[in-house]
């Protein structure tokens, strides 16, 4: 079975600073694929960016990135230069043998509120 | 191009009553699921669809039966709702799995609301 585990509930951040969004996970299939989105207050999921269990490097889409830390099982998301519009709910989610569009398991969620 | 969408958008139910949310996509997409989501919870899978004419459990599926006779449709019914139902509800599609670092794509969401 899979888990993912999200320890931080809710996040404040400064508008313009940078900040990491924590994500655990717990699997035991040699390949995966690691997710983030984001869910606004309007409700709708947005991908923001993909990782594969067997990427070299680390994942990054514009101020999207994933550190990316194997042996730790971590799959932390950065947002650089944070905007008011960032802030929302962010999800942290895996799917198995890396295929994106099989299922799907998500942590709980970081509510990140920026801060003008 | 519409993407994921489905109906209705909110409904009220009375415990025991019976409702089907429909779940339509235009991207020609072999898998189907349905999530739902409580608060302070991430999403979690009911069931779902690797093709037409398939279903299978997620983690969460009593209370929940689903068909797949089209393929770009999918719906969820609930045959006696319970306000332990009470919840968002999320379809999602995405291509097969050779497409390994594809994402979902999400619907808009349904709030189901069982009194």
């Known amino acids: 079975a899979q888990k993912i585990t999200q320890t931080q509930p809710g996040m404040f951040v400064q508008e313009k600073e940078a900040v990491t969004l924590d994500c655990t996970y717990d699997?035991?299939?040699?390949?995966?694929?690691l997710f983030w989105y984001k869910q606004p207050s309007s409700g709708e999921m947005i991908f923001l960016i993909y990782?594969?269990?067997?990427?070299?490097q680390n994942a990054t889409e514009g101020r999207y990135s994933l550190n990316f830390q194997k042996a730790r099982k971590s799959a932390n998301l950065v947002i650089s230069a944070s905007q008011l519009g960032d802030s929302a709910m962010y999800f942290c989610?895996?799917?198995?043998?890396?295929?994106?569009?099989?299922?799907?398991?998500f942590g709980k969620g970081t509510k990140l509120s920026v801060i003008p | 191009n519409a993407g994921v969408t489905q109906t209705p958008k909110f409904r009220v139910l009375k415990t025991g009553q019976s409702m089907t949310l429909l779940c339509a996509q235009d991207?020609?997409?072999?898998?189907m699921y349905w999530y739902r989501q409580d608060p302070g919870m991430g999403l979690r899978l009911i069931h779902y669809?690797?093709?037409?004419?398939?279903?299978a459990k997620g983690e969460v599926p009593d209370g929940y039966n689903v068909s797949r006779l089209k393929k770009q449709n999918f719906l969820l019914g609930l045959e006696s709702a319970a306000p332990s139902q009470t919840s968002v509800y999320f379809c999602?599609?995405?291509?097969?799995?050779?497409?390994?670092?594809?994402?979902?794509?999400f619907g808009p969401g349904t709030r189901l609301t069982v009194l």
């Open positions: 999602a599609s995405g291509r097969d799995s050779r497409f390994l670092t594809d994402t979902q794509y």
């Open positions: 699997t035991s299939d040699p390949s995966y694929g």
């Open positions: 990782q594969g269990s067997y990427d070299q």
């Open positions: 989610a895996m799917s198995p043998s890396g295929a994106g569009s099989y299922q799907l398991t």
């Open positions: 991207m020609n997409h072999e898998y």
């Open positions: 669809s690797v093709g037409e004419g398939t279903t």
